[in-house]
């Protein structure tokens, strides 16, 4: 419990010094960016050298990137993440109106992607048919061979919903490891003298086989977290889809740089709750083994 | 070598082969317009077509294969010599050289790859001419694309820093920088190998998911990447098979690096 409790204690440190680190670099890009100082009111005619200066004087702390941040830090503290350049919407408001499409792509895209996943990985380890194993490496390294892009388009095409797009991103580098870690474990020689001697195949799953592979599962679960944010972006973008991977995508493109500062703290937070919390909780089962 | 592997050599050597004599296969180039032809299906003259403003499909997917199929090795072979010298080094020296190295490579995975490609790209000028825009995006690739390779030769560099043949060596007297050359870089290259043929399908892909976005190579120069953005426009799959032909190339590439990479793999390890 004592080690479980460090343990959690040194997964938040992490968390919060690679945010912080996360922001930091995000912020230095977008100092760094040409165009960071331009501000296109400047060329309203409408304007007098003083409401220009004025402009000017607003902007002019944030040239030096340290003061950029922590004013940015101050503010997001209070609530403020700032506005939008390009949809001229406070990005707290853009982002709270986007997650629950976002969160619930990602969840039907991460449970259809672990369910192919888990079906073909556990069939293969089933089976041992060499058939078998290899028609299910052809399918996945087909879809790993497919850029996201693609399958986005074709989901748009064949018009399919955007979480099976996600799934078919995600499920071929899951399936890679799943398979491995399940044939690895089938062939325990413990296993194979439970089988020899009768033992049923839903008591040796349950009892040898998932206490063994579920740290690691947990682990490669915690990754796909990442992939599947990671594809989020193209299917959002391209299958019309009006979530965060989206807006991340318009920012991209419109050089919205205070959005883009703010998602990347967000996707480093999600990425990085996801992979602790998996080795958190896969901490936790082989301490209870133990 | 068995004859899967044999098949993606020749594979990757006819695709190649042929988008280097692009030149001679379409000499009108990839940017010539057919005014009277434009959006016409697969002819005598036009293999594969043209594109909605009348541009030879089948010239574009050649220089497109030739530019998609020699930068994203050259940005593998950038990602990788950053990698063996970030990571190598850092894995050599250890103690707080090493953990610097993790931290940096830690923060740069904890981002999604085609998030941090697509933030890293828009924040590069985007109204930049079709050269640069391919030397910005492939440069990108090479740029960013080190840190998961940098983690696994700093793990290895450090095995080799308290291997027995290394510690002999400083115990004769051997210099630092001599036992890194002579002792731990050579030991080093079947990784260095193996990662550099990583990278290259994942580069290539990676260009694909940027070029469709529209954050890629910029017109008129074709990459896969743009090539694919046409099946935006599709209705059906069935409607226009031929706009498929750059995906199904992409895809038998990809493939056929992945074969070639499980060689690789085996002599790493």
Known sequence: MRSLRWKIGGHALTLLATVLLGGLFSATLVRLAPGFDVDERELDPHLNAQSVQALRDARHQDRNVLQFYFSYLTRAAHGDLGTSLALGQPVGTLLRDRAPLTLQLLGLGLGLAWLLTLTMALSAAWLRLSVYDTLTTVVSGTFLCLPAAVLALLSVLWNVPGSLAIALIVFPHTYRYARNLLVKAYSRPHIITARAKGLGEARILFWHVVPVVTPQLLAVAGVSVSLAVGAAIPVEALCGLAGIGQLAWQAALARDLPLLVNITILVTLVTLLANSGADVIGHAMRGQEA | ?269
């Open chain 2, 1 to 269: 070598m068995n004859f899967w592997r044999t098949l993606a050599c020749v594979v990757l050597a006819l695709v190649l082969g042929s988008s280097l004599a692009a030149n001679w296969l379409a000499p009108a180039g990839y940017a010539r317009q057919y005014r009277d032809a434009i959006g016409a299906p697969p002819s005598r003259t036009h293999w594969l077509g043209t594109d909605e403003i009348g541009r030879d499909r089948f010239a574009r997917v050649l220089y497109g294969t030739r530019i998609s199929l020699l930068l994203a090795p050259a940005a593998a072979l950038l990602s990788t010599l950053m990698a063996a010298l970030i990571g190598g080094l850092a894995g050599y020296l250890g103690g707080v050289w090493a953990r610097m190295a993790m931290a940096v490579t830690d923060l740069f995975m904890s981002l999604p790859w085609l998030f941090l490609l697509i933030t890293a790209r828009a924040l590069m000028p985007l109204n930049v001419s079709p050269l640069v825009s391919v030397l910005v995006t492939f440069l990108l690739l090479g740029l960013l694309g080190w840190t998961a390779a940098a983690r696994v030769l700093c793990t290895t560099a450090g095995s080799l820093r308290t291997s027995d043949f290394v510690r002999q060596a400083r115990a004769a007297g051997l210099p630092g920088q001599r036992l890194f050359w002579v002792h731990v870089v050579p030991n080093l290259k079947p990784v260095l190998y193996a990662q550099f043929w990583i990278s290259i399908p994942v580069f290539i892909l990676s260009e694909a998911n940027l070029g469709i976005l529209g954050l890629g190579v910029a017109e008129p120069m074709p990459s896969w990447g743009s090539l694919l953005k046409e099946l935006e426009g599709l209705v059906s799959v069935g409607e226009e098979p031929w706009k498929f032909v750059p995906l199904i190339l992409l895809v038998v590439v990809v493939t056929s690096f992945q074969f070639l990479l499980s060689r690789q793999e085996e002599l790493a390890a």
